[in-house]
């Protein structure tokens, strides 16, 4: 079974940092770019970071440049989301998603971790 | 502000067709990339619908369906039923080098 999870999320101050993982199974993880897409509270889905399966190419969307960082391990199927400087407007669900060949559609989303920004 | 357009709510009666539409730019939709169709019940994740405009995965039945032209999209239901009940939301790719979402439509099953 393809299956995606989510893990790292919490409380963390504004200024702080917080590390998220994603641990992929039931597929081959390096022959697939993954991405990160977040929920606000209440709020609809944004994209977040994008990666393609080699890890070479990376991308943000503008709101998160220079604050997160995309990476991954193939060797441990796992993805991973680095978020420093947070903000109160980066609390929000975030997920992981696995994305369709050749196109900018995500077939398969992890359950979603929790990260909130407050002091 | 999302990018693609959406109305908030939508809704329909049991049996009854609904359309959902999503409006881009020249920049996404309007540029010709694809526009997918995502479908969130309440509490869990994001579902894909619809891939490539009008493809269902497997397992997505076939009273959903997509359409594309110009710069907007729209989904159809048909045959509504109480378990459609779901926030949808669409999605494409913009010239910006990013992914871009519509800002979701709740539909109602009255």
């Known amino acids: 079974e393809v299956q995606l999870l989510e893990s790292g999320g919490g409380l963390v101050q504004p200024g702080g940092s917080l590390r998220l993982s994603c641990a992929a199974s039931g597929f081959t993880f390096s022959d697939y770019a993954m991405s990160w897409v977040r929920q606000a509270p209440g709020k609809g889905l944004e994209w977040v970071s994008g990666?393609?399966?080699?890890?070479?190419?990376?991308y943000y969307t503008d709101s998160v440049k220079g604050r997160f960082t995309v990476s991954r391990d193939n060797s441990k199927n796992t993805l991973y989301l680095q978020m420093n400087s947070l903000r109160a407007e980066d609390t929000a669900v975030y997920y992981c998603a696995k994305d369709v060949s050749s196109s900018s559609s995500m077939d398969v989303w992890g359950q979603g971790t929790t990260v909130t920004v407050s002091s | 502000q999302p990018v693609l357009t959406q109305p908030p709510s939508v809704s329909g009666a049991p049996g009854q067709r609904v359309t959902i539409s999503c409006t881009g730019s020249r920049s996404n939709i309007g540029a010709g990339y694809d526009v997918h169709w995502y479908q969130q019940l309440p509490g869990t994740a994001p579902k894909l619908l619809i891939y490539g405009n009008t493809n269902r995965p497997s397992g997505v039945p076939d009273r959903f369906s997509g359409s594309k032209s110009g710069t907007s999209a729209s989904l159809a239901i048909t045959g509504l039923q109480a378990e459609d009940e779901a926030d949808y939301y669409c999605?494409?790719?913009?010239?910006?080098?990013?992914?871009?979402f519509g800002g979701g439509t709740k539909l109602t099953v009255l």
């Open positions: 999605q494409s790719y913009d010239s910006s080098l990013s992914r871009v």
């Open positions: 990666i393609t399966g080699s890890g070479v190419s990376t």
